[in-house]
């Protein structure tokens, strides 16, 4: 069975400009989630889909919005991008809403 | 709201030693508790969970972890470190019936040859 599939692996974007990082769930899995990892911090929970419906939302502004697609691939975009936003995103699927969770690698974004 | 802490941002172990990361976590409702390890430039990988049942929860690579309910703790142990286990690790809360996880900080284990 393949794991959690992100890409790109690194991105580098200018200050204002729009970007979209994509996520292919384990086989199976239903439910992904992402996550924004800052330097030297936990992750942080950004949203998660369950079924391509959001099914949850952290703490981030509505610039940071995403898609499931049928086959339960997933993306996340982030507009008017800040040098904040610099960060390892992460995302996880899940078979279901409360089983465990598998991680991809990640997409390193740098914003300059 | 959930929370954890992990009260050490390093750990120092000698190889063969045993090894103990700390973790407390805060939640209204039945806890399930994660670890998880990163290696540099890489994703989370699973190492426990602890659901119900027996409070000793055996993982990965040797690694256990101890359920504790009245002291709030979840902390991760290994009876004999290895350099390799030298990353960051992270512990994980979430409440039964909701699917957010919530992380600690990570704390770094160095372990010396």
């Known amino acids: 069975e393949t794991g959690v599939t992100q890409s790109p692996t690194h991105l580098i974007k200018t200050r204002g400009q729009q970007v979209t990082l994509r996520c292919s769930s384990q086989?199976?899995?239903?439910?992904v989630s992402w996550y924004q990892q800052a330097l030297g911090q936990g992750p942080q929970f950004i949203f998660q889909?369950?079924?391509?419906?959001?099914?949850g939302r952290g703490n981030f502004p509505p610039r940071f919005s995403g898609l499931q697609f049928p086959n339960y691939s997933s993306e996340l975009n982030v507009n008017a991008l800040e040098l904040d936003d610099s960060a390892l995103y992460l995302c996880?699927?899940?078979?279901?809403?409360?089983?465990?969770?598998?991680f991809g690698s990640g997409t390193r974004l740098t914003v300059v | 709201a959930q929370s954890v802490a992990q009260p050490e941002d390093q750990v120092n172990v000698a190889e063969g030693n045993p090894l103990t990361v700390k973790c407390t976590y805060s939640?209204?409702?039945?806890?399930?508790l994660f670890w998880y390890v990163q290696y540099p430039n890489r994703g989370l990988q699973f190492l426990l969970k602890?659901?119900?049942?027996?409070?000793l929860v055996k993982g990965s690579y040797g690694f256990e972890a101890e359920f504790n309910k009245s002291q709030t703790s979840f902390h991760l142990k290994k009876p004999s470190a290895l350099v390799s286990d030298s990353a960051l690790y992270f512990c994980?809360?979430?409440?039964?019936?909701?699917?957010?996880?919530?992380f600690g900080k990570g704390t770094m284990l160095l372990v010396s040859p």
């Open positions: 996880a699927s899940s078979l279901r809403v409360n089983y465990g969770y598998t």
């Open positions: 889909y369950y079924r391509e419906e959001e099914n």
């Open positions: 994980a809360v979430r409440v039964s019936g909701y699917s957010t996880l919530t």
């Open positions: 086989s199976g899995h239903n439910t």
């Open positions: 939640v209204s409702g039945n806890p399930y």
């Open positions: 602890y659901i119900t049942g027996d409070n």
